[in-house]
């Protein structure tokens, strides 16, 4: 079951349209059918449990791998026929860094400035833009997790892209790398930018994500603003234990649970009463199919 609305409105022009798409490995469909349409300038998140997809999704866009089925286009064009013209449009932002170590982090961006034909007062822009200015002379071996993830971002800004894509960003960052992170995230998309992320961080997607896809098993199971997916999902629920011993649920949200409940109150019956909430965790993991307590 899908939940929110994955149909295409026709009306906008999406950044990112996928339509349909399927990437096998072998035989296995490690994409599924993948229907979703990524709004120009919006922030997106593409979260789901490992193996879900996600990465698999995000080297279709990139030029990586190519669909087995289905069709995908970027700004209108197609990724496998129109190439050349989609090629300058993105950054993307890879899960495993891949700097030149024993370059200072300065001589690794204006390797790739030259490289894009970025003008290199870009490189100056951009290490500033990741608070890595101080650090720039210095050899990128002596780098910190949380630096070389930064210099990655720089990378991708160097040619001011109109698309990023980014594969799990803020993974093992401490909590001000990762709000540097946010934070430019945030200043792209002000720009005008679409930005594009996988993630396992259902706190990252509440704090930064416009829209999020949940996928599983490279199908997407739900498509729509955190918020929304939040208000539409969560659960209330009231655990009670009567004298009896005997334990009943009571589901808070349904009028004929709620009149049961108070019922049940009213005849002297309960010894005791606990309310929970299941929030976008537990939505996460029940439309994810993995249980919840
Ligand atoms: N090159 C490959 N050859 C064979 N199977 C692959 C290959 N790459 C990925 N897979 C399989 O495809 C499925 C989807 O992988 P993918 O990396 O897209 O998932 P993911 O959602 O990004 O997961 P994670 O959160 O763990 O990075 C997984 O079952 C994975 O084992």
């Known amino acids: 079951m899908i939940v929110g609305d994955p149909t295409p409105s026709p009306s906008h022009d999406p950044a990112i349209r996928i339509d349909g798409l399927r990437v096998h490995y072998g035989s296995f469909a490690a994409v599924d059918g993948l229907s979703l349409d990524i709004r120009r300038g919006e922030l997106f998140g593409l979260l789901g449990p ?96 949380g630096m070389r993830r930064k210099l990655l971002l720089a990378r991708a800004l160097l040619h001011e892209p109109k698309i990023l894509y980014l594969d799990e960003p803020t993974a093992n960052l401490d909590i001000h790398s990762a709000e540097v992170v946010h934070r430019i995230l945030r200043e792209r998309v002000a720009a005008g930018a679409t930005v594009v992320l996988t993630t396992h961080d259902m706190d990252e997607v509440e704090k930064i994500c416009d829209r999020v896809g949940i996928v599983c098993k490279g199908k997407l199971v739900a498509l729509d603003s955190p918020l929304a997916l ?43 009463i606990r309310t929970r909430e299941f929030d976008f965790h537990a939505t996460f993991l029940k439309l994810t199919g993995q249980s919840f307590e």
């Open 230 to 272: 939040k208000q539409e999902h969560t659960e209330r629920q009231a655990d009670v234990i009567l004298h009896s011993g005997e334990r009943l649920a009571f589901d808070m949200d349904a009028d004929a649970d709620r009149q049961r409940l108070a019922e049940t109150v009213r005849a002297g019956h309960v010894a005791s």
């Open 50 to 145: 490992n193996g879900a997809g996600k990465s698999t999704t995000i080297r279709v866009l990139i030029g990586q791998r190519q669909p087995t089925a289905g069709r995908v286009t970027v700004a209108g064009h197609d990724v496998v026929r129109e190439w050349a013209a989609i090629k300058p449009l993105f950054g993307y932002v890879p899960d495993r860094e891949n700097h030149f170590e024993e370059f200072t982090g300065r001589r690794n961006l204006e390797f790739f400035a030259d490289l894009y034909a970025a003008p290199r007062l870009r490189v100056r822009d951009c290490l500033r833009m990741v608070e890595l200015e101080e650090a720039a002379n210095l050899p990128v071996r002596g780098y910190s997790l």
